[in-house]
């Protein structure tokens, strides 16, 4: 006796795989739940009630058959058999015997057959759930797909869509008045002029949902990539509609073949003895009536189950089950980049939509790209709220406030909500989207992208092209400027840097083709690898005051094109491998500033050309390898500024104290020994910069410079320092650190301006001077 209940897990699925079974298969259970009680009815009433009954014939009778006709009563009564003188146990031990032998062996196991063939029918439905390289998928996909049911961020994707966000309610109802809702879902973005007050926590998802949110986008994307790998399902869920059709087959062709042996009565033969008492006996099966009539039941049910897996195998091959598309998902939900799925997961998917749709399409949403953006900036406005915000401004070198961003998911929304902001740097924040809230921000005036690629919204480029003083790109490559840049016809100064070493033929010049848009651009940065001055800077020439070129240490080979930027001001050639001042310089008659650091300059020879700048008054030579200065260079008359250091000059030529409108003069980090004493003919000198050279003494002409307010001494050789600096009342930084002096002169405390912080001198050595000198110099 088998109890029902033990059969109910092998007819019942289990509820975590109920979802992956198609009404075809929740049938097929059902109707093998039928088949398999009519099996269990078969077998109780075999066990329970008397199989066969048995009675002698006479020597010359016959077993009369159920169909033969009565005897006619009208006429004399038949004679009678003589009566059998058989006692239980015989009559008993006959019935066993010809129902082992007489009666045929479908009748007898025809309830056994029943049982034995649906649970075989059930283990085939279900040996997919139990295999072991499938049933770590789908336990897998199934507890996956519930938590992507059940998540908030799931619910929050589709109100918006359905349009019942809670921004859409306008807060006409607090969210503890709205009982329909089970979880808070996140208010869409608004700007601060739309923000009434601060957003209520509840409106909200917490931090944890937020982090479990995350989570389950990482394990669907690793879930995607395990399972699209194999079609294992789809191979075994094929294969066992196959066996189940061909036992189907069988089974419904030798049943029908045989349904027809069970009948009633059936002669039964047995060798004559003492035992039996008689050699033939008509035997009467007891179940035959009923169980013809279970075999035609159990045929007619098997006849539906098995058209169930013919429809199986019909649905397997006639649709593409092993890709999985989400068009509808797409449309309806406004996420274009919810891709198609392959193999397994596109198999299981189309299962799923057999029993609910609603699954796949809350799934879509952890699949899709722009979904997990909008969950990153829900997290990252999470981490980044206002006030953090605030507390990271600070003043630039331009005296703007500037926030400085680097490595972020995003931009957060509060960078909207400082409307104190001048200067914004995003520093390799990813994909951004400059928003049209960034109107709010109505002191902005730099703007800069550190391998950051942006997109502007058509609102946002109208506000920022007429704004934007300042933009600066870094990227790897110039093609990756964005192209709404040159749209900014408000921008004075652009820099653009990407060190990929083309030409200009190639794409730097079309990237500076799009600069005659930028009609009020005043100053060009440019930092990139080139051998040659792009052509397209000429049509700059207008309005290009300002061009600084950083090559990097590549040779700038071809500078044609400056000759045609007259109105420059200001030029700087840095690390462009010069061997000599470019001829191209010497045509810009406004020139203002020449800066040629970083080259390979030995000698300067052509200052004698220089003079055709008749405006130049600040010349940078510095880090390069000029030994020696030639004495053309008291032709420039106007120069103000010169920077020789870092380089070899040993020897100051004396035609340069002859350019009397000298006001800085730095000859740190050479190799000078002694200084001319025609540096008393520069009257008008603030800055003096004769640090890490090889000075043993100074001559007195130097503190002729009455105006001097930085003298730079240290890293030489000085061994005294000469009383007559008191002359240098304007003084405020002296530098002595470094050489071989035994004592200070007294005379610094004439120097009125100079206090402690402008002394860099060793402490033994300061400690040299009186004590009211010190005190002076330690006043505030």
């Not at 009208?74 to 066993?96: A, T």
């Not at 990539?225 to 061909?246: C, F, N, S």
């Not at 897996?309 to 989400?326: A, D, E, G, N």
Request: hydrophobic letters at 40%.
């Amino acid at each position: 006796m088998i109890p029902v209940a033990e059969l109910r897990q092998f007819a019942e699925p289990t509820s975590t795989f109920r979802v992956l079974k198609p009404w075809w298969d929740v049938l097929a259970e059902y109707l093998a739940l039928a088949m398999l009680m009519i099996g269990v009815f078969g077998c109780t009433l075999q066990v329970t009630q008397d199989k066969i009954i048995c009675l002698p014939l006479p020597p010359d009778a016959a077993c009369p058959s159920v169909a033969q006709d009565l005897p006619n009563t009208s006429g004399p009564p038949p004679e009678l058999p003589p009566r059998p003188h058989l006692d239980l146990q015989q009559y008993g031990f006959v019935n066993q015997l010809c129902y082992e032998t007489a009666l045929p062996w479908y009748p007898k196991y025809f309830p056994y057959l029943v049982i034995i063939h649906t649970l075989v029918f059930m283990a085939c439905t279900s040996f997919w759930f139990k295999f072991p390289g499938t049933s770590s998928k789908i336990e897998h996909f199934v507890s996956i797909l519930a938590k992507c049911f059940d998540s908030p961020w799931t619910t929050r994707a589709l109100s918006e869509v359905s349009g019942d966000a809670p921004g859409s309610r306008k807060k006409q109802r607090s969210p503890r008045e709205e009982a329909g809702e089970s979880r808070p879902v996140l208010e869409p973005a608004l700007s601060v002029s739309e923000k009434k007050g601060p957003e209520l926590p509840s409106m909200l998802l917490d931090r944890k949902e937020v982090e479990q949110a995350r989570a389950l986008f990482e394990k669907v994307r690793k879930f995607r990539l395990h399972v699209e790998q194999g079609d294992i399902l789809h191979t075994m869920y094929l294969r066992q509609a196959v066996v189940k059709v061909l036992k189907f087959v069988v089974i419904v062709a030798y049943s029908a073949a045989l349904v027809s042996t069970i009948r009633g009565p059936v002669p039964c033969h047995v060798a004559p003895g003492g035992a039996t008492g008689a050699g033939s006996f008509c035997c009467h099966h007891t179940k035959a009536h009923l169980f013809s009539k279970l075999a035609l039941g159990y045929l007619g049910v098997l006849a539906a189950y098995g058209s169930t897996c013919i429809y199986t195998l019909y649905w397997v091959f006639h649709r593409p089950l092993k890709v999985y598309s989400f068009r509808a998902a797409r449309s309806e939900m406004g996420m274009g980049d919810i891709p198609d799925v392959r193999n397994d997961l596109a198999f299981m998917l189309h299962l799923v939509d057999q029993s609910d749709s609603l699954y796949a399409r809350r799934l879509a949403v952890f699949l899709s790209e722009t979904s997990e953006g909008k969950l990153k900036r829900l997290k990252l406005n999470h981490e980044w709220p206002v006030e953090k915000l605030r507390q990271r401004l600070q003043q630039n070198t331009r005296g703007r406030l500037e926030l400085h961003l680097a490595s972020l998911p995003g931009l957060p929304d509060a960078v909207f909500e400082l409307p104190e902001l001048e200067a914004l740097t995003l520093e390799a924040l990813g994909d951004i989207d400059i928003p049209p809230v960034v109107t709010q921000l109505g002191r902005l005036q730099e703007l800069g992208l550190v391998n950051c690629p942006a997109q502007v919204h058509f609102s946002s480029l109208v506000f920022l092209r007429d704004r934007l003083k300042v933009f600066m790109a870094t990227f790897e490559d110039l093609r990756e400027t964005p192209p709404w840049v040159y749209a900014l016809r408000g921008l004075e100064e652009l820099h653009l840097s990407g060190l990929c070493g083309l030409e200009v033929g190639g794409k730097v010049g079309g990237v500076l083709e799009n600069l005659r848009e930028l009609r009020n651009l005043k100053a060009l940065f440019l930092h990139s690898e080139i051998s040659k001055v792009p052509p397209g800077l000429a049509m700059l020439s207008p309005h290009l005051r300002r061009l600084c070129i950083h090559n990097a240490g590549v040779r700038l080979v071809t500078l044609n094109t400056l000759k045609k930027l007259g109105g420059l001001r200001e030029l700087a050639l840095l690390s462009c491998g010069l061997e000599r001042v470019p001829h191209a310089v010497f045509s810009l008659g406004d020139l203002r500033e020449l800066d040629l650091k970083g080259n390979r300059l030995q000698a300067v020879e052509e200052m004698v050309s220089l003079q055709h700048c008749r405006k130049l008054a600040i010349l940078r030579l510095w880090h390069n390898r000029i030994a020696c200065l030639s004495e053309h260079v008291r032709k420039l008359r106007s120069l103000e500024e010169l920077d020789l250091s870092h380089n070899e000059v040993q020897v100051l030529p004396a035609a340069l104290f002859f350019c009397t409108t000298l006001r800085r003069l730095d000859l740190t980090h050479n190799c000078l020994r002694e200084l001319p004493p025609g540096v008393g003919a520069l009257q008008n000198l603030r800055h003096l910069g004769l640090s890490s050279n090889a000075l043993e003494t100074l001559p007195d002409e130097v503190f002729f410079c009455h105006r001097l307010s930085t003298l730079l001494l240290g890293g030489n050789k000085l061994s005294a320092l000469s009383p007559r600096v008191g002359a240098l009342a304007t003084l405020t930084r002296l530098e002595l650190e470094g050489n071989r002096l035994e004592a200070l002169p007294a005379q610094l405390g004439r120097c009125r301006v100079l206090r402690r912080s402008g002394l860099v001198v060793e402490d033994t050595l300061y400690e040299t001077l009186p004590l009211e000198v010190r005190e002076q110099m330690e006043e505030e």
